[in-house]
């Protein structure tokens, strides 16, 4: 794809939805943190529905660590894979108390290192929270930018590393959430909606679907 169809793409997502925001609900990066380590192979909507219950009564790495492995997961019991994520968010809690005065770190390394963190959940936060360029690559955004050719790549460093590449400083911070909604609405994995989407005669998808409904 050409560097001025990813523009005009870019500006028809921009001008479609200027403020994009994560669906995931937070108030602070530690909240955010917690939200996408938990969001992990599970829709925003099964976490949001714990975390409405948990934030409220817990909300610092203080209050996890407090409330403990067994406290933490009778709030995520409804998410898969809690168990282990209970484990997770309690120890990255602790270190948070112990290493970062409680605050979460504005700092790759230092985010990676947590347990049950790893580079797409940095990225994330690094963007949502703190507003970095940063592109975290999950399932959505590898499929859209393969279909689509904007940034074809076999795995999701690859992609990564191509968006950070292709996608002018402009739309960097937001470029993220473009894509998620994107893939999640409208280009999803199983029926894309090639006769609704708002890129359609830009996308060289060769397979597009028509109608959509
Ligand atoms: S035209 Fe179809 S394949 Fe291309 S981005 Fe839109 S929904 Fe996805």
Known sequence: MNKDKRRA??????????????????????ELLVAVTLS?????????????????????????????????KEYIKTIGLY?????????????????YNGEVPEN???LESLPGVGRK?????????????????DTHIFRVSNRTRFAPGKNVQEVEDKLLKVVPAEFKV????????????TCIARKPRCGSCLIEDLCEFKEKIYPDD
């Open 9 to 30: 793409i870019l500006e028809r997502l921009r001008d479609n939805n200027p403020h994009p925001q994560t669906e995931l609900n937070y108030s602070s990066p530690f």
């Open 40 to 72: 992990a192979q599970a829709t925003d909507v099964s976490v949001n529905k714990a975390t409405d219950k948990l934030f409220p009564v817990a909300n610092t790495p203080q209050a996890i660590a407090d409330l403990g492995v067994d406290g933490l």
């Open 83 to 99: 168990n282990n994520k209970a484990i997770n968010v309690v120890a990255l809690s602790k270190i948070l108390v112990e290493q």
């Open 108 to 110: 790759r390394e230092a």
């Open 121 to 137: 959940t940095a990225n994330v936060v690094l963007n949502t929270a703190f507003g970095w360029p940063t592109i975290a690559v």
């Open 174 to 185: 937001d470029v993220h959430h473009w894509l998620i909604l994107h893939g999640r609405y």
